[in-house]
């Protein structure tokens, strides 16, 4: 049997934030009971669910904007089917009262919906994305936000991965496709760090 390695996010040095304000907002991407499906087991990472709830905890008492991005899914065997189980958010990142909700279809979160128009309204353009998975819906995300021309943040433990298997039946366990992502994506598209230096960072 297959065993998962699901270890901690691998980095040596985290970008040092200058002051946030309300110019910034912490984006929670698909952080749904969809993501507890037996499918996501393989997750590395596994307290990134508790680096989001500390991220929310202190744009909230902050009062930065929080921007939640649901995932619905028309084919009935995906978890995230939008008349299924896995809809609801997880219980730990439930939106408040006064937090923005995106629904998209695909992927991308600027696909489809109006996060774009939303966050040029509010004058936001600094984003901290965290939620599930890096290599799917947060990379294409993150890679759609740097061309739109929004400063990327992406703190490394509040995010994970799982178990990829290629045409050729070769499997790469969840923390090789982790690391890999987040090499990329740093290469170019984002700024790599922590939940408690942006945590720090918060007025």
Known sequence: ????????????????????????ALIVLDVQ?????????????PGYVDAIVRLLDG????NLPVIHVRHQEANPASTFYANGPGQPFKDEATPVDGETVITKTVNCAFIGTDLEDQLHARGIKRLIFTGVVIHNSMDVSIR?????GFEVYLPLDATTAIDITDANG??????????????????????????KDVISALP
């Open 59 to 62: 744009f909230r008492a902050s």
């Open 144 to 148: 759609a936000a740097q061309c739109l």
């Open 170 to 195: 070769k499997r790469f366990d969840a923390q090789t496709v982790f690391d890999l992502y987040a090499a990329v994506l740093a290469s170019e598209y984002c700024t790599l760090t922590r939940s």
């Open 1 to 24: 049997m297959h065993t998962a390695r699901i270890g901690t996010p691998r980095l040596k040095e985290s970008a040092v934030l200058t002051p946030l304000d309300a110019t910034t």
């Open 33 to 45: 009971k969809a993501i507890d499906d037996p499918k996501w087991n393989s997750k590395n990472n």
